[in-house]
């Protein structure tokens, strides 16, 4: 049976005291499987405050009703499209 994935760019989470617009940079990685990694670290290039920011305070956590796990993806992001750059 397939896996069912629900993805929410619903925005709950914020605002991040950090200023990353979490939303977007779980939207852009959700992205790199369709796009490839090339056009959307391009996206994310754009972004003034890049999922790397992330404290892991926690706050979106608990602001998110979906139980997203928001820290996680933060540091998938800065692994796909920071490290990448590095």
Known sequence: MARVVFVH???HCLPCQEG???GWVIWHLDQVPA???GQVAEWYAGFPVK???CVECGVCLERC???V???DRMHEAAAVF???AA
């Open 9 to 11: 760019y619903c925005q």
């Open 20 to 22: 990353i617009e979490i």
């Open 35 to 37: 796009k490839g990694i």
């Open 51 to 53: 999922a790397s920011a």
């Open 65 to 67: 009703p979906f139980d």
């Open 69 to 71: 796990e928001i820290i």
């Open 82 to 84: 920071e490290e990448q």
